[in-house]
């Protein structure tokens, strides 16, 4: 049986949660479509030592402050998923979780959402399925022929898992940074972190807060038509929480430049010594998770559908929300979002009103 509604938002994390709030202050017929089975979003999927860059006050969505957390400036992962199933039942947003979309198709005036547990005919979709479901592996020499354990940041949970290996953790981004630091302060496993460049780490005074103006900095730039200051690119790529602090200070984070292949039992570097190893974790990032929209036929460069904020320049009844700068600026934080879902939810009233 297919059912209608207004709007349909696919996803119902952060981007979703936010979306749905703005959606319900604009009087539309809505529903939320969540592949997991529980309230959290990504965040449930965390690792267990990771904590926000930023404090709660700092950390939220539309509408409801995250309380703080008892002991902590910088929340953690748990304390985040609570607070996301709170604002959930606090706005009674109509979520359905477990119902994974495979394909949004367009027909006529409406677009047709078609999920494991049915169908939805909608005059509008929001996107918001983040990058979390899609983790990127780079194609590196003898992938394949390592005999040890693999595994993305998506599958990391703990040090416990690495008691007496050889760790090789590879990624010169905040994921890389923590999870290596992560291990090395705990010190059951021998750690050595891979980086295709020097990692830069943000002076130690700088956290959310600090990242999220630096970013509304560049918007306001760019909306001014003055040039590009290169948001918080220009200033480092990796946050210094307190663990990385620690665990860099402690000269337990060894940086080596990226190997240059892996072999059955280890990683060849570029000088060509080998390094034994029994896991090497790729926190090497994400891409967009949009297979869902790919019978519309809207990717463009670098798989990225092409948008004006959160529009599909090719599709206006589409909006894609929460994927990074390229559908609005900080959009995949839990602070960023609210003023992309905002102005997103603005413009479908218009569409739908019109």
Excluded at 197 to 216: S, Y
Excluded at 235 to 247: C, S
Aim: glycine fraction near 10%; charged fraction near 20%.
């Amino acid at each position: 049986m297919t059912q209608h509604t207004e709007v349909a938002v696919i996803g119902g994390g952060q981007a979703g949660l936010a979306a749905g709030y703005h959606l319900r202050r604009q009087g539309l017929d809505f529903v939320v479509l969540d592949a997991d089975p529980a309230p959290g979003g990504s965040w449930q999927h965390m690792w267990e030592s990771l904590h926000l860059f930023s404090p709660a006050e700092h950390s939220s969505l539309p509408g409801r402050l995250m309380p703080a957390q008892a002991g902590e400036t910088y929340p953690d992962a748990g304390h985040v998923v609570d607070y996301l199933a709170d604002y959930e039942k606090r706005y009674d947003l109509p979520i359905q979780h477990g119902t994974h979309v495979n394909a949004v198709r367009r027909d006529g005036e409406s677009l047709l959402v078609e999920a494991d547990t049915g169908t939805w005919r909608a005059r509008a979709v929001i996107s918001a399925t983040g990058t979390w479901s899609r983790p990127f592996l780079p194609a590196v020499p003898g992938r394949s022929a390592f005999a040890g354990r693999q595994l993305h940041t998506v599958n990391y949970r703990s040090p416990a898992d690495f008691t007496g290996q050889r760790v090789v953790v590879v990624g010169s981004g905040n994921s890389g940074a923590q999870i290596a630091a992560d291990l090395a302060l705990d010190g059951r496993a021998e750690v050595t972190w891979a980086t295709q460049r020097p990692p830069r780490f943000l002076a130690d005074d700088i956290d959310g807060r600090a990242l999220f103006d630096v970013a509304t900095a560049r918007r306001r730039a760019l909306e001014a038509g003055r040039s590009d200051t290169g948001g918080v690119a220009s200033l480092g790529d990796i946050v210094a929480v307190p663990p990385v602090r620690a665990a860099r200070d402690a000269g337990l984070l060894p940086i080596k430049p990226m190997f240059s292949q892996l072999t059955a039992d280890g990683v060849r570097w570029a000088d060509d010594s080998h390094t034994a190893v029994d896991a090497v974790i790729w926190c090497t990032g994400f891409r967009p998770a949009l297979a869902h929209l790919a019978p519309l036929n809207l990717r463009g460069p670098r798989g990225h559908i092409p948008t004006d904020g959160t529009r599909a320049l090719d599709e206006p009844r589409l909006h894609l929300l929460g994927y990074g700068d390229w559908t609005g600026p900080a959009s995949a934080t839990l602070i960023g979002v609210g003023r992309p879902a905002r102005d997103a939810a603005d413009e479908i009233t218009h569409l739908l009103r019109s």
